[in-house]
């Protein structure tokens, strides 16, 4: 009785394969169903922002509503002013924060600094752009480019932090042990040394956070506002691409809804482009340290 | 021994006399600098949630904790409630999650488990640039293309079929609507979970698919074994895209129809508590508009924290488990 119980069933042989055959099934055309809006997102994004991508686009101030014709090209310098302040306190601070943590932190304080870069990487962005309202706006009184600024800023901080720890902890300890045995000083040895051995996943990071903090819209709504003007000075409001975007998106004239779709297209193309150099970067970067 | 070591440690000569400031004074400074930074951090995150409560002090103030559950919103008569926001917020991101998850779950096996080499690296690739176009762009898309498409394929079907059976897809079908908000919170999430699975199975050790296979498991019934083993990271990967889900603003603003009243049924327009912000700060005249609405904000900003947190803690207790064998 017990050889028979250890033959296994054909019916029930039969049985595992198809499911085996099922599975393997459905988990393929689950990833095949995940990547159809990416390609239908960039299809209707080059299909319909083509058209939009005129030499006025890029040179010429928005037109009053109702007329059309106008571009974009007030946005599309605010946006690089309003990220441009953003990186200046964003990566400098990103980067030290994130040696602290690999170099200096005790185990404790620097599991609490990760744990808190996580979280700040959770926050709705919108929630930045009321921080930046209260802490910048309100104190000034009016919206300018300083406060979307600040907003992004607070975005690019935890994507910097993150990225510049990850990749100094793959920098091997015999490196500083190295460079320490030499008498060089510590601060010598991280800034010279083991940073440069990680600044090619360092400049990921940098590029990482930059790309986000273009794309972002919420939190620069209401703190660099919008304008449709040149802007003089950075304490007042400052067009931005994205939020330009918006605008025109949801306004009901079939000119900008064009002139929409070639923003979106503009800002698709940065933050893909910088993705594309991402990710060979970083392939580079991690066969180097494997060898 | 001891004397040998402490006899390394006397002062070299050479350049670091010529240059004092780098060996000592220097090491001081930059660990100063790298520890304000690194303090800096910390004190930005309580800083931010610091303002939002003096902020919305006003607000919480007139309308104590029955601001959560009074789903009046009428600016004029300067009468708040976060009811309706709460609501479209919970119901459009549980929606999405219904359809994220599965997928994501699949495209997380089928990288790990399945895909090989370069398949694998460029569909890793193509599902991190989902993740990376910007918000704004979904909404571009989404009421040009999705909406549309979503009314009159889904929404306009599902109404005149079961519409009069079942409250949830009710008519009258909008354009905008929950379900519109639920299909492109889902797009939008799904590279989040699909990412952070594809990491906690990767950190389920080989030797445990291998065991099952040398058992005479068939393939699917080694990657179900591996699943359930890392379970609650995957659970915790949810959880974050949840969070993702929650404070999702310009996507949902520009598809979700912008109506602050609560309906049963998923055809028609809602709110969320991210998109009346984008919607209605500017706008926000008198002090007790602004407070209530930055009060939306500080709600959203506990539910998105508690979630954050939950998933976080999950997420690394399965890493740091198979990490340390």
Redesign the interface.
């Known amino acids: 009785m017990n050889e028979r119980r250890l033959q296994p069933s054909p019916w029930v042989e039969r049985r595992r394969r198809i499911v085996n055959a099922l599975g393997h099934g459905a988990v393929a055309l689950a990833t095949a169903m995940v990547l159809v809006p990416l390609v239908a997102v960039i299809w209707y994004t080059l299909r319909e922002g083509i058209p939009g991508l005129t030499w006025d686009f890029f040179t010429q101030l928005p037109k009053p509503v109702g007329e059309p014709g106008g571009g974009m090209a007030n946005a599309i310098v605010g946006s690089g002013i309003v990220v441009g302040l953003a990186s200046i306190v964003a990566i400098p601070l990103g980067i030290l924060a994130g040696i602290f943590i690999s170099e200096y932190a005790s185990a404790r304080l620097a599991a609490a600094i990760r744990f808190v870069t996580e979280v700040m990487l959770g926050l709705p962005s919108i929630l930045l752009g009321i921080f930046a309202y209260a802490v910048v706006v309100k104190p000034m009184g009016h919206f300018s480019a300083y406060a979307g600024a600040v907003s992004l800023a607070i975005v690019m901080l935890p994507i910097v932090i993150k990225t510049t720890e990850e990749i100094l902890r793959l920098v091997p300890r015999h490196i500083r042990e190295a460079g320490l045995a030499l008498g060089i000083p510590q601060w010598v040895v991280v800034l010279r040394i083991v940073l440069r051995a990680a600044s090619r996943g360092i400049v990921t990071g940098i590029l990482l956070a930059v790309a986000r903090a273009a794309g972002e819209t919420a939190p620069l709504l209401f703190t660099a506002l919008n304008n449709r003007f040149w802007h003089t000075t950075l304490d007042q409001p400052i067009a931005t691409l994205p939020v330009q975007i918006f605008t025109y998106a949801v306004a009901p004239y079939e000119d900008w809804h064009r002139q929409a779709w070639a923003g979106a297209l503009v800002l698709i193309g940065l933050v893909l482009v910088l993705s594309i150099i991402l990710r060979l970067v970083v392939s580079r970067t991690h066969l180097e340290h494997e060898q | 021994m001891a004397a040998e070591v402490s006899s390394v440690r006397t002062e ?1 000569q ?1 350049r ?1 006399f010529a240059f004092p400031w ?3 004074v ?2 001081g ?3 100063g ?6 303090i ?3 004190v ?2 309580v ?2 949630i610091a ?2 409560v ?2 919305s002090r006003l607000s919480i103030e007139a309308f104590g904790i029955g601001f959560l559950t009074r789903s009046v919103w009428d600016p004029v008569a300067e009468q708040f409630g976060a009811l309706p926001f709460i609501y479209g917020t919970l119901v459009s991101s549980l929606l999405a999650l219904l359809l994220a998850v ?6 997380a ?3 790990v ?3 090989r080499g370069w398949v694998r ?1 460029v ?1 890793s ?6 993740a ?10 989404g ?3 999705l909406v549309p498409w979503l009314l009159e394929h889904v929404s306009m079907p599902l109404a005149e079929t079961w519409g009069e059976a079942i409250p949830l897809v009710a008519p009258p079908a909008t354009g905008p609507s929950m379900l519109s908000a639920a299909v492109i919170l889902a ?1 939008m999430v ?2 989040i979970i ?1 990412s952070v699975a594809r990491d906690v199975l990767l950190a389920i050790p080989r030797s445990q698919r291998e065991a099952a296979l040398a058992l005479g498991s ?4 080694a ?1 179900r074994t591996v699943v359930g083993t890392a379970r609650w990271g995957i659970f915790g990967a949810i959880i ?1 895209g949840l ?2 889900a ?5 996507a949902v603003t ?1 598809v979700i129809g912008n109506d602050p009243s609560i309906h049963a049924s998923i055809l028609q327009p809602a709110y969320t508590l ?1 998109s009346v ?2 919607n209605e ?2 706008e926000a005249t008198t002090p007790l508009y602004v407070s209530a609405l ?1 009060e939306i ?1 500080l709600v ?2 506990l539910t ?2 508690v ?3 939950v ?2 803690l999950l997420v690394w207790s399965i890493a740091r488990r198979y990490s340390q064998q």
Not at chain 2, 218 to 221: A, L, N, V
């Open positions: 070299p050479g670091r780098r060996g000592a220097g090491n400074v930059f660990f600098l790298c520890l304000l930074a690194g800096a951090v910390l930005t995150l800083a931010v303002q939002l003096v902020e599965p997928l994501s779950l699949g495209a096996v089928f990288l488990e399945i895909a690296s569909l690739f193509l599902i991190e640039a989902l990376a176009v910007p918000s704004v762009v979904y909404g571009v898309w009421i040009f293309v797009i799904t590279p699909t068939t393939r699917w019934e990657i974050l969070g993702r929650l404070g999702e603003t310009m520009m991210a912000i984008a700060f500017t930055i904000g959203l900003l998105t924290l979630v954050n947190i998933a976080r």
